[in-house]
C-alpha cells in the first residue's frame, strides 16, 4: 500500500501527555486538583499509589452506590457493587452514555461557554458509538463488529502468535528491562497497526495519540487539554489521509478502515462519524491491552503459587486470562448519566445525574467473588469479570484482547519464560485508565 499521501504530523518530538501533565503540576502545585470528600474515588494518587482497595472495600460494605457532593469533577454517584453496575448498565435508555448528555467518562463535557474560551475551534467531542444511545449506536456498532466475530479472530491469531512469538525471542536475558515499553506497547501497537492496515514505521503515534486522549485529569489543565485535543485533531487527519487512500483502492483490502468504508452502513455515516469511529477503535484498543499484558506479568509475580500453576498446567491460560482481568481491570470507570428520576437499590437517582460505574470495585465485590483480592487462575466464576462493562456497550474487542493476551501467556509458556519484576515499578497516575507506566522485569527459564 503507497503511504506517500498520508500528511504525516510532527507530533513525535512533543512531550508524552504523562510528561507534560508532571511537569505542570510541579511548576504549578496550586493546580493539583483538591478532593475532599473521603469517597471521592475520581482521586488519581489512589491509582499511582495503589492504595485504592480499602477505599472502595469499605464504600462496598456501605452499599452498592453513593452519592458524592464534591469532586473536581462535579458531584457524581460512586456505584461500587457488581450487581448495581450490572442493573444500571442493562437500561441504557435510562442511564445514557451519549455526548449530549455528558459522555462516558466522570469528566464533564465542555460547556458552550468553556468552548466559545478555547482556541479548538467548536467541534471538541468527535462523534463515536461508545457515546451513543440506541439506535445510532445500534447501527454504527455494526460496522466493525464482524471483525470481530470468532471466524474473524480466526484469521488473525496466525500473525498475533507469530508477531508475539518474535518479540518474545528477541527479549535480553540476564538483564533488566522495561516490559511495558518493550512488550505491551510493541505488541498492541502492533496488533491495531495489523487491523487497520496502519503504516508499520509510524505505528507508535497510535500509542502517542492514545496517551493524549485517554487521561482524565489532563483535561483539568486548560493549557494541556488544548494540546490533547490538537493532538486527537492530528490523529484524524493521519486517519482521513488513509481513508482516502482506502476509498481509491480498487481491491477492498480486509483491513478495518477498508471493511468501515465499504459497508452498507457507511453510507448513513457522516465523515466525522468514521473518523469519530476510527478513533474510538485506536483508544479503546490500545492502554486497555498493554495494561492486561503488564497485569499478567504483575499479578504472576506477586502470586509465585499461581506462577507455578501455570506454568505446570498450561490448560488453564484461557481461565487465567480472564481472572487477570478481573484483577487488573484495565479500565477503572465508565459513566452514565440519568435522564429520569429513578431509584436504584434504594438510592434516589434524579434527572441529570452523573452516574460512575467503578468497575475495579465491582471486580472485587465480596458478594460476587470469593477472597476477590487474591489472584486464583483455577476460580470458576472469574468470567463473571465486568472489565469489559456489560450490556449494548460491552466492548466490541473483547474477543481480540482476549486472544491476544492468550496468546502471550501460551508463546511465554512454549519458550518456558519466567518474568520476574527486578525493578521499578510505576503506575498510571489516571483515576480511568488503570494500569502501568514502567514495569522492570528480569527474563529466566523454568
Ligand atoms: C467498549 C474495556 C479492548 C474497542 C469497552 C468498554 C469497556 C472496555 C469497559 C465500555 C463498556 C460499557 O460502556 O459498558 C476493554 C478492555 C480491553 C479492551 C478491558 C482489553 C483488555 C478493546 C479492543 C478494542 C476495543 C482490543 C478494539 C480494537 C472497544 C469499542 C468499544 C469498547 C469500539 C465501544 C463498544 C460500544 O459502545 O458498543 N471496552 N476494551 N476494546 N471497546 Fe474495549
Not at 471466524?151 to 500473525?159: I, L, V
Request: proline residues 5%; glycine residues 6%.
Amino acid at each position: 500500500m503507497a503511504t506517500a499521501a498520508v500528511t504525516r504530523p510532527e507530533c513525535r518530538t512533543s512531550p508524552t501527555a504523562y510528561e507534560a501533565l508532571k511537569k505542570h503540576f510541579e511548576e504549578h502545585p496550586e493546580e493539583r486538583p483538591d478532593h475532599p470528600h473521603k469517597w471521592d474515588v475520581s482521586r488519581s494518587d489512589i491509582y499511582a499509589d495503589n492504595t485504592w482497595h480499602p477505599i472502595f472495600r469499605e464504600m462496598r460494605e456501605a452499599g452498592p452506590l453513593h452519592y458524592i457532593p464534591e469532586s473536581p469533577f462535579g458531584p457524581y454517584w460512586a456505584v461500587v457493587g457488581h450487581k448495581a453496575i450490572q442493573h444500571i448498565e442493562a437500561l441504557p435508555e435510562v442511564f445514557s452514555s451519549s455526548w449530549e448528555h455528558g459522555g462516558i467518562t466522570i469528566l464533564n463535557r465542555l460547556t458552550e461557554e468553556e468552548l466559545a474560551e478555547s482556541n479548538v475551534g467548536d467541534r471538541r467531542e468527535l462523534p463515536m458509538f461508545i457515546a451513543m444511545d440506541r439506535p445510532q449506536h445500534t447501527g454504527q456498532r455494526r460496522t466493525v463488529a464482524p471483525k470481530f466475530t470468532p471466524s474473524g479472530m480466526a484469521e488473525m491469531e496466525g500473525e498475533i502468535r507469530a508477531r508475539t512469538g518474535e518479540l518474545l525471542d528477541s527479549l535480553p536475558r540476564g538483564e533488566v528491562f522495561d516490559w511495558v515499553d518493550k512488550v505491551s506497547i510493541e505488541l498492541t501497537t502492533g496488533m491495531l497497526a495489523i487491523l487497520f492496515g496502519f503504516p508499520w514505521e509510524d505505528r507508535r503515534l497510535l500509542t502517542f495519540w492514545s496517551d493524549w486522549s485517554g487521561d482524565t485529569e489532563l483535561a483539568t489543565v486548560r493549557s494541556l487539554d488544548e494540546m490533547r485535543w490538537g493532538f486527537l485533531h492530528e490523529m484524524a487527519a493521519y486517519f482521513q489521509s488513509l481513508w482516502i487512500e482506502r476509498t481509491h483502492d480498487k481491491e477492498p483490502g480486509d483491513d478495518l478502515i477498508s471493511m468501515m468504508i465499504h459497508s452498507d452502513a457507511m453510507n448513513q455515516m457522516r465523515p466525522e462519524e468514521f473518523m469519530g469511529n476510527l478513533v474510538l477503535l485506536i483508544v479503546g484498543g490500545n492502554d486497555t491491552t498493554r495494561n492486561s499484558m503488564s497485569g499478567i506479568i504483575y499479578q504472576l509475580d506477586k502470586n509465585p503459587d499461581q506462577r507455578k500453576l501455570f506454568e505446570q498446567q498450561p490448560d488453564l491460560i484461557p481461565n487465567a486470562v480472564q481472572e487477570i482481568l478481573r484483577m487488573q481491570t484495565p479500565l477503572a470507570h465508565m459513566r452514565r448519566t440519568c435522564t429520569e428520576d429513578t431509584e436504584v437499590f434504594g438510592q434516589q437517582i434524579k434527572a441529570g445525574d452523573k452516574v460512575v460505574l467503578w468497575y475495579l470495585s465491582a471486580n472485587r465485590d465480596e458478594q460476587v467473588f470469593e477472597n476477590p483480592d487474591k489472584l486464583d487462575i483455577t476460580r470458576e466464576n472469574a468470567r463473571r469479570h465486568i472489565a469489559f462493562g456489560y450490556g449494548i456497550h460491552r466492548c466490541v474487542g473483547a474477543r481480540l484482547a482476549e486472544l491476544q493476551l492468550r496468546v502471550l501467556l501460551e508463546e511465554l509458556h512454549k519458550r518456558r519464560m519466567r518474568v520476574h519484576v527486578a525493578g521499578d515499578i510505576e503506575r498510571v497516575r489516571a483515576n480511568f485508565v488503570h494500569g502501568f507506566r514502567k514495569l522492570e522485569v528480569e527474563i529466566t527459564e523454568f
